[in-house]
């Protein structure tokens, strides 16, 4: 995956182009996920006049975060940062939905919450017009049904033993993309095929464009010094089906080491 650290610099150039004077509240989840999210985004906001008004964690093992998306309504925040995983996105989403008088400019969902299995267990209308990071092709988007990658997948799929439902789920497509990406790996690693060859060809992988990847983004890493594989992001805002692009793909290859807390580097 994108590192978190990743993601929040895309959103973050995103804000300073389009809400530089953000007011943000961030939702984390209490553990080294959530405060990625934090830590990232507190090194990249410093100098801006972009100010965190109110950070509201929860535990993996809360039954909901109700109490938690209250206070963050009643912080003064105009943007919401949601770096919640599972269950607890469509909970936010909901719980945002139910807060009368509260109605932030911008709301952005962790990236691992952006396939319909998690965002379509929100209610009806919650996540309308959230954004977030996407790095693969939608399969609910109508816009890849004659692309190549995407017929590839989905007829494949069904052949070996997928469901019509599971070829639509964006899900099953980051597994079938990651799967190709471990074969080219391997099928570069040669014939002498040892955990150091293999691990040779994972970190010179130079524009791989496999799968499902978006255009645009690719698989890209070079030795220690840059072992992130994904640091090129679209922009997405849920329209209650698929994710709309908005903007350009932004690339911050070679630049995630710079904000990626050090406790994480190695991840």
């Not at 993601?7 to 953000?22: H, I, Q, R, T």
């Not at 100010?51 to 912080?75: M, R």
Request: hydrophobic share 35%; with cysteine.
């Amino acid at each position: 995956l994108p590192t978190y650290a990743t993601e929040m610099g895309v959103f973050v150039d995103y804000l300073k182009e389009n809400s530089p004077e953000a007011k943000v509240a961030i939702l984390f989840q209490n553990d080294d996920f959530g405060q990625e999210y934090v830590d990232s985004f507190e090194t990249l906001t410093e100098g801006t006049d972009i100010t965190v008004v109110t950070e509201e964690s929860y535990e993996p093992s809360d039954s909901d975060v109700d109490s938690q998306i209250t206070s963050i309504a009643n912080s003064g925040a105009d943007t919401v940062v949601l770096a919640a995983t599972a269950l607890k996105c469509p909970q936010a989403l909901d719980a945002l939905q139910a807060q009368s008088g509260f109605d932030p400019e911008t709301v952005w969902l962790s990236q691992t919450c952006t396939s319909s299995t998690v965002i379509g267990l929100s209610s009806p209308g919650a996540a309308e017009g959230v954004l977030s990071a996407i790095y693969l092709k939608d399969p609910a988007d109508p816009q890849w049904d004659d692309d190549p990658a995407m017929v590839e997948f989905q007829e494949q799929g069904q052949a070996h033993g997928l469901s019509a439902e599971q070829v639509e789920d964006g899900v099953v497509g980051i597994g079938w993309t990651f799967g190709q990406l471990l074969a080219e790996t391997i099928r570069n690693a040669g014939q002498d095929i040892t955990r150091e060859s293999i691990m040779q060809a994972a970190y010179s992988l130079d524009g791989l464009e496999v799968g499902l990847l978006l255009p645009g983004v690719t698989f890209t890493t070079n030795g220690a010094e840059d072992p992130f594989p994904i640091e090129t992001l679209q922009i997405g805002q849920y329209n209650g089906d698929f994710w709309d692009f908005v903007g350009d793909p932004i690339d911050l290859e070679g630049q995630s080491g710079q904000f990626t807390p050090a406790s994480e580097q190695g991840n």
